[in-house]
């Protein structure tokens, strides 16, 4: 069965600085792997995801996240970081067959100024 | 505009009544879930529905029951048995499970009085 970790309950980084999110994940085979944000009090948004090829995948709000097989990661980028990106990133994996997504327990992050 | 709807968005009840959250969607997605949401717990799975009339239990059934007689909708029934049903419900689709992305209602919170 698969599985994933989000190693940091809570990170705090400055306006302009950048932000890596981890997340590691435990599948045999290749995972289908996909990186959400929450804002307080709404509904899961995707940014991105990895299901083959460049192994760099951009997605919206100017984040970024990079597969390592040999690592098993799939971390979460972005160079400069906005006060509005203050939310909850949960990451999550897939597979091939019918079982549901697999869902890290989340990293709030905080931003100040 | 293609989404999932929750309703409503907010919802009391007394202890011991049993209550219907509402999730529909019209994306055309096969697959539909319920996840419960608890600060520091993540989403965990309640159920999950890969086809009408048919659904299987997810980490945390206990308590809680649902039914698929329709492709749009997938409504959740919070029992008198759930010790703890004060939470945030979220519902999601999907095309199928597994492998493609999940897109998130906006969530129902519900608070037991």
């Known amino acids: 069965a698969q599985s994933v970790t989000q190693p940091d309950i809570h990170i705090t980084v400055s306006e302009g600085a950048s932000l890596e999110l981890r997340c590691n994940y435990s599948?045999?085979?290749?995972?289908?792997l996909f990186w959400y944000v929450q804002s307080p009090g709404q509904g899961l948004q995707l940014l991105l995801k990895?299901?083959?090829?460049?192994?760099l995948v951009q997605g919206i709000k100017g984040f970024e996240a990079e597969f390592k097989r040999s690592q098993s990661s799939f971390n979460l980028r972005k160079p400069s970081v906005h006060w509005s990106d203050a939310a909850e990133y949960f990451c999550?994996?897939?597979?091939?067959?019918?079982?549901?997504?697999?869902f890290g327990k989340g990293t709030r992050l905080s931003v100040i100024a | 505009d293609g989404g999932i709807t929750q309703s409503p968005k907010y919802l009391f009840r007394k202890e011991g009544q049993n209550v219907t959250l509402s999730c529909e969607q019209n994306?055309?997605?096969?697959?539909m879930y319920w996840y419960r949401q608890d600060p520091g717990q993540g989403l965990r799975l309640i159920y999950y529905?890969?086809?009408?009339?048919?659904?299987q239990k997810g980490d945390i059934a206990e308590g809680y029951s649902v039914s698929r007689e329709k492709k749009e909708s997938f409504p959740l029934t919070v029992t008198s048995a759930q010790k703890n049903p004060t939470a945030f419900y979220l519902c999601?689709?999907?095309?199928?499970?597994?492998?493609?992305?999940?897109?998130f209602g906006p969530g129902t919170r519900l608070t037991v009085l």
């Open positions: 994306l055309n997605h096969d697959a």
């Open positions: 599948y045999g085979a290749t995972p289908y």
């Open positions: 529905s890969q086809i009408v009339n048919d659904f």
């Open positions: 999550a994996v897939g597979n091939s067959g019918n079982t549901p997504l697999v």
């Open positions: 990895y299901f083959s090829g460049d192994t």
């Open positions: 999601a689709s999907s095309s199928r499970p597994g492998a493609d992305t999940q897109y």
